[in-house]
């Protein structure tokens, strides 16, 4: 019975991760009922199908886009210098293959 509560837990966990590193907000907030709670809520109710959940849907763009502008997270290109969207595979300036840190 513990057993199959850890792996609860742990796939409650590895979709709150997963949902927040694709800019849908999973991790922290039971505090506010919004997304960040009800992803939570999801994840604890049915972690079964909201990791299969989370890991099917797409990041969100945009959430990242806000994300990267308030931390100031856009990395430069290596070879112009230029920033980057912290998704970007190629600079959309020179053409270079972008590295991930």
């Not at 694709?22 to 991790?27: E, L, V």
């Not at 505090?31 to 709670?37: A, D, P």
């Not at 939570?40 to 806000?66: N, T």
Request: glycine share 6%; charged share 20%; with cysteine.
């Amino acid at each position: 019975m513990t057993g199959l509560f850890i792996i609860w837990l742990l796939a409650v966990l590895l979709t709150v991760r997963v949902a927040d590193r694709k800019g849908r907000t999973g991790a922290a907030g039971f505090q506010r009922f919004h997304r960040r709670g009800l992803w939570g809520m999801y994840a604890i109710l049915l972690a079964p199908v909201a990791l299969v959940h989370v890991l099917i849907l797409k990041p969100d763009r945009r959430a990242l886009d806000r994300r990267a502008e308030l931390a100031n997270e856009w990395p430069e290109c290596p070879a112009c210098r230029s920033q980057h969207h912290p998704l970007a595979t190629i600079c959309a300036h020179c053409l270079t293959p972008l590295t991930k840190p």
